[in-house]
């Protein structure tokens, strides 16, 4: 008797299903694709968050230098006082009000404390003995700040070290080997800006002042972890003595 075919379909090799190995053949190669994709996008997510970190963090420096920069510039020199004094700690100076000259002088200091950069600034002097005062906080708020001088301070960002070196007699030198003492008296108000001279003040703004130096060149480590690393310096020339300094 003749055989008939119960299936509608022929059994040839155009029709035949994968096999189990071939399965598990596809799904390793499937996983091994899927694992590459994803350590490319996590590379490039790692990449994009280092340039972003690295950006923001380089935006912070640029206005920490820019700040310190304006601070130097509006230096104001003040006769029997000191117009900036270093101490290995921190960088004491008197400058020029923010607003207008008529609004007296301030003293701003510069500290590293606990890995952080700080600078504080005092409220407007307009007499030598207000000066003299703030003078004497700034040096407090760098060793031991208390809560009032806490809410003057400001937190610029984390740095490992500083250092700072003068320019003067045609060379660059520690600034703590360069500077010299002033003597500041604790009454009277010639020199500070908006304020009237005393009498018996000495005729010369310069009298018994200590110099301003040509330059001063800052040296910054920013702290390790960051995305900045490596020494960055900066110096600054005074406007009024000031030439090549290299």
Same mark, same amino acid.
């Given at each position: +008797?003749?055989?008939?075919?119960?299936?509608?379909?022929? /059994?040839?090799?155009?029709?035949?299903?994968?096999?189990?190995?071939?399965?598990?053949?596809?799904?390793?190669? &499937?996983?091994?694709?899927?694992? &590459?994709?994803?350590? @490319?996008?996590?590379? +490039?997510?790692?990449?994009?968050?280092?340039?972003?970190? /690295?950006?923001?963090?380089? &935006?912070? +420096?640029? *206005?920490?230098?820019?700040?310190?920069?304006?601070?130097?510039?509006?230096?104001?020199?003040?006769?029997?006082?000191?117009?900036?004094? =270093?101490?290995?700690?921190?960088?004491?100076?008197?400058?020029?009000?923010? %607003?207008? %000259?008529?609004?007296?002088?301030?003293?701003?200091?510069?500290?590293?404390?606990?890995?952080?950069?700080? /600078? =504080?600034?005092?409220?407007?002097?307009?007499?030598?003995?207000?000066?003299?005062?703030? =003078?004497?906080?700034?040096?407090?708020?760098?060793?031991?700040?208390?809560?009032?001088?806490?809410?003057?301070?400001?937190?610029? +960002?984390?740095?490992? !070290?500083?250092?700072?070196?003068?320019? /003067?007699?045609?060379?660059?030198? !520690?600034?703590?080997?360069?500077? *010299?003492?002033?003597?500041?008296?604790?009454?009277?108000?010639?020199?500070?800006?908006?304020?009237?001279?005393?009498?018996?003040?000495?005729? !010369?703004? $310069?009298?018994?002042?200590?110099?301003?130096?040509? @330059?001063?060149?800052?040296?910054?480590?920013?702290?390790? @972890? @960051?995305?900045? $690393?490596?020494?960055? *310096? &900066?110096?600054?020339?005074?406007?009024? !003595?000031?030439?090549?300094? $290299?």
């Amino acid at each position: +008797m003749p055989r008939f075919c119960t299936s509608p379909w022929p /059994r040839t090799a155009a029709h035949r299903g994968f096999t189990l190995i071939e399965l598990l053949v596809a799904i390793a190669v &499937m996983a091994l694709l899927a694992i &590459m994709s994803w350590r @490319g996008l996590d590379g +490039m997510v790692r990449s994009q968050e280092q340039t972003r970190q /690295r950006a923001d963090e380089l &935006m912070v +420096m640029q *206005t920490v230098l820019a700040q310190w920069s304006a601070d130097l510039d509006a230096l104001q020199v003040i006769e029997h006082t000191e117009p900036i004094d =270093w101490d290995g700690q921190a960088l004491r100076l008197t400058r020029q009000g923010p %607003r207008q %000259r008529d609004d007296g002088a301030v003293v701003v200091a510069w500290a590293l404390r606990g890995g952080q950069w700080l /600078r =504080w600034q005092s409220p407007a002097v307009r007499t030598r003995a207000e000066w003299a005062q703030a =003078w004497q906080r700034a040096a407090q708020w760098a060793r031991t700040p208390g809560e009032a001088e806490r809410r003057s301070e400001t937190l610029l +960002m984390p740095l490992q !070290n500083w250092r700072l070196f003068y320019y /003067r007699g045609g060379a660059w030198s !520690n600034a703590l080997s360069s500077g *010299t003492s002033g003597a500041a008296s604790a009454g009277g108000t010639a020199g500070l800006p908006g304020a009237q001279p005393t009498a018996g003040a000495p005729a !010369n703004p $310069s009298a018994n002042t200590v110099p301003v130096p040509d @330059g001063i060149r800052l040296q910054i480590t920013p702290a390790p @972890g @960051g995305a900045l $690393s490596g020494d960055l *310096t &900066m110096d600054w020339v005074n406007p009024i !003595n000031g030439g090549n300094k $290299s």
